[in-house]
């Protein structure tokens, strides 16, 4: 646990919608709340996972294996990092966001992994997120189950499609769409870079019974998704509704 808990925990919304019409109360019975430990899950309980923000290099060992923040041979103490922690709960979309008014993505390496685990240690796949010239403000993160224990966290992403023909922003790599750096508030402009993540689930819980959020976000993505976060003030949401 020392390379989590030298590390300072960033200011953190949460904000779930629920996947049904109609809610139905049902009891959290995972009783896990460090994201570096293993458990298995059923529908409706927490699930406590982590983003890590550091250089692309930290998170690989050796120059070569990608571990675990979680694992203490990356040494992220050591090294300029920073972690945001999350308890959604499993299958309920949700969107996440990291108020970047004193945090910059960019000041810590510019690149983050979700992951949790330990001996079943899950990570995604390293995510650029903001250097000195370009931001990506939102992301699609999903988590995969299998028989209620986390297999993957993966990166979706729609090849810059959200983004094609808007001149204020810049598509990365063909799959991510970015702004300049210079136009975020933090940096004088009119824009609030805060970092947005869309979180869903499939797979299967402890149960056997299916995870299906994912698969309603795949529906909405003709759509907004972000509509349905019209609720939410001064936020990436309501700046970029007309963009999206």
Not at 58 to 68: A, P, R, T
Not at 176 to 181: E, G, K, M, P, S
Not at 219 to 234: A, D, H, I, P
Request: proline share 3%; charged share 15%; glycine share 6%.
């Amino acid at each position: 646990m020392a390379t989590l808990t030298a590390l300072k925990a960033l200011l953190v919304f949460l904000v779930a919608i629920a996947p049904a019409p109609f809610l139905v109360k049902s009891e959290d019975t995972n009783k896990v709340f460090s994201p570096c430990l293993d458990t298995t899950v059923q529908v409706s309980d927490g699930f406590t996972f982590a983003i890590a923000f550091s250089s692309r290099t930290s998170f690989f060992f050796n120059s070569s294996l990608q571990l675990s923040p979680c694992d203490r041979r990356l040494a992220l103490t050591g090294q300029n990092s920073q972690i945001s922690v999350f308890r959604p709960k499993v299958d309920e979309i949700s969107l996440l966001t990291i108020n970047t008014s004193s945090f910059y993505p960019e000041n810590y390496g510019g690149y983050m992994v979700a992951f949790a685990g330990r001996k079943y240690a899950a990570r995604s796949l390293p995510a650029f997120v903001a250097n000195n010239t370009y931001s990506v403000t939102s992301f699609t993160l999903v988590l995969e189950f299998k028989k209620g224990r986390l297999q993957n966290l993966y990166w979706k992403r729609d090849g810059c499609a959200k983004c094609s023909g808007n001149s204020n922003f810049v598509c990365l790599n063909n799959q991510d769409c970015a702004i300049r750096t210079s136009l975020c508030k933090s940096n004088g402009g009119s824009v609030d870079c805060s970092l947005g993540i869309q979180l869903a689930f499939s797979g299967t819980d402890k149960h056997f019974s299916a995870l299906n959020s994912w698969y309603e976000v795949e529906n909405l993505r003709q759509y907004s998704l972000y509509g349905l976060y019209s609720n939410l003030r001064n936020s990436l949401t309501s700046q970029y509704s007309k963009i999206f």
